[in-house]
């Protein structure tokens, strides 16, 4: 993984601004830093090394300085298999497939190679033979990249620096349903080179009629693939230099549902016995909550003002995550899971506030930072295992982000299937599938590398949406029953895997579960889609 900063400057006002860009990527990779700079052209990439025996320091350049390349991504499937069992450098391989092709052909080259290959994904791509930049983000914008226009000058950047927001720089996210492309000496809006690096996600979901017979073989098959998913994010991963040997590579972002609980459970197949594995918990002291808990003492009690409420931390996911670190501890005996207890202070939540609004940024609702403030928390990784202070080494965090997009785990899923039955219920899921790209995973990105680690979605490999989409709603959820009928599927496949806590829950959003929504009184009167309030310059 690795941060990106372009700039195409023109005028003096503009150094200072690229400085701050610089300094904010330089967090995303702590273990290489380099710039290119030429004719008013610099790149600039940081590294964090996750793959093979050795860090590759970015950007990569070719023999004859004609191309530089900045490559944040990681490869899990590819149609040639050899790209992802090779131990050679992701961006590496891509620049020499590039440089093989004539320079004519090089942006059909490289929308081709983007469109048969899977994984997480944004570049930035010099070719001074042609004269233009190449940049874009994969199609379900699982890394975040971000353009902008501002004083003559032209940016693209992983993320915005806190001088650039307090400039009214105008960043937007690159969308992701294409590659683009900057002619050098033109201070105009990027062209669109191609769509067809999105043809392997956008299968149209199958529609069965409700009369027919659901196969026996696809909870079987749905765990084969989902698994082959996990080892592929888990496996072959370098430990960082700083870290102690037999430290944790792999942690999982880790409220005790369903989504999680799973992936956790399959990546205990894949990690080395003895290594640890870190299921990292956030909880928020909520002053709302809690004075809703002092509103609801029994009249007359005497409360003692240190001890209620007993644990501002009890949140609804610490009790659910301890109950599913008792199913994986009962399955896995012999592996060493620490559940990483993250408690945050309000004061700390304050204190933190503007530089998560950063971070997000150009995102910026109420609930984008309720998100937000609870993913940067859990990613920085500081908390309590066994009643001592822990920092997580880990630098890849699983997540189980799109089962509930894939696998109907939504309340509105269940509200579509009573307005229109199967056919209402696969418009719903199509819709979700199609807005992944604006699932706002971009933001995520960015809070979770200003820590140095990088996210993985098993759900979201390419292999398991395309499955899903083969199936029909009903082998997927079933609301024909009362009781639970979303993501059935994958409760079947928890249910096998002997998570029984895990199997039964219900789903909650992690801004209600950690509470880091309504932090207080005035938060509680607000609409997540409200704006925050704009930034002073």
């Known amino acids: 993984m690795c941060g990106i900063a372009l700039a195409v400057q023109a005028g003096a006002s503009a150094t200072a601004l690229w400085t701050t860009l610089v300094q904010e990527v330089a967090c995303r990779g702590p273990d290489a830093q380099q710039a290119c700079t030429q004719g008013g052209i610099s790149l600039y990439a940081s590294v964090l090394g996750l793959r093979g025996e050795t860090v590759t320091r970015q950007p990569l350049t ?21 790209w992802y069992a090779s131990a050679e450098n992701d961006a590496a391989i891509l620049l020499r497939h590039i440089q093989a092709v004539a320079p004519p052909q090089r942006k059909e080259a490289l929308c081709s190679l983007l469109a048969h290959m899977d994984g997480p994904y944004a570049f930035a791509l010099v070719d001074f033979h042609e004269r233009a930049i190449y940049f874009g983000r994969d199609p379900l914008g699982r890394r975040s990249l971000l353009y902008a226009q501002h004083e003559g000058s032209t940016y693209v950047c992983s993320v915005a620096s806190d001088a650039s927001v307090q400039q009214h720089v105008p960043w937007a996210e690159v969308d992701c349903t294409s590659i683009w492309r900057l002619g050098m000496e033109t201070r105009s809006d990027p062209t669109a080179l191609s769509r067809d690096v999105r043809t392997h996600y956008t299968t149209r979901l199958t529609l069965c009629a409700p009369s027919s017979p659901i196969p026996t073989s696809i909870l079987p098959a749905f765990a084969e693939i989902l698994e082959e998913s996990v080892r592929r994010r888990v496996q072959c991963t370098r430990v960082s230099s700083l870290a102690t ?59 003692d003002e240190d001890q209620f409420p007993a644990d501002p931390y009890a949140v609804p996911d610490r009790m659910t995550a301890q109950k599913s670190l008792d199913d994986l501890q009962r399955l896995y005996p012999s592996r060493t899971w620490q559940l990483v207890r993250v408690n945050v202070p309000f004061a700390e939540y304050t204190a933190h506030t503007q530089h998560i609004e950063t971070l997000m940024y150009p995102t910026a609702s109420v609930m984008d930072l309720s998100i937000a403030a609870a993913l940067y928390f859990a990613s920085r990784g500081r908390g309590d295992v066994h009643g001592h ?126 509470r880091s929504a309504k932090m207080d009184a005035q938060g509680a009167r607000q609409k997540g889609h409200a704006a925050l309030h704009p930034r002073s310059s």
């Not at 899903?468 to 029953?481: G, I, M, N």
């Not at 928890?494 to 806590?501: E, K």
Request: with cysteine; aromatic share 8%; charged share 20%.
């Open 389 to 514: 202070m822990y920092i997580s080494p880990a630098r890849i965090l699983l997540s189980g982000l799109g089962a509930d997009e894939l696998l109907a785990g939504y309340a509105r899923h269940r509200q579509a299937w009573r307005r229109g039955g199967d056919v209402a219920l696969t418009a719903e899921l199509q819709m979700d599938m199609d807005r992944l790209p604006t699932r706002n995973l971009g933001r995520d990105d960015r809070v979770f590398s200003s820590h140095a680690r990088e996210a993985r979605y098993p759900y979201l490999a390419r292999s398991v949406m395309t499955y899903l989409a083969t199936l029909p709603v009903r082998a997927k959820a079933d609301f024909s029953e009362d009781g639970h009928g979303d993501k059935q599927l994958l409760r079947a496949l928890a249910a096998q895997l002997g998570l029984a806590h895990a199997s039964t829950l219900p789903k909650r959003a992690i801004q209600f579960g950690a």
């Open 62 to 82: 070719s023999p004859d300085n004609t191309l530089w390349l900045a490559w944040n991504g990681q490869v899990f499937e590819a149609d040639e298999e050899s």
């Open 245 to 303: 040997p037999g430290a944790a590579r792999i942690a999982v972002l880790f409220s005790g549902g369903l989504d999680c609980t799973v992936l956790a459970a399959l990546a205990a197949k894949h990690v080395p016995r003895d290594e640890p594995i870190d299921l990292i918990n956030v909880a928020f002291e909520n002053p709302r909550a809690i004075a809703a808990a002092w509103a609801a003492a029994p009249p007359g009690a005497t409360i």
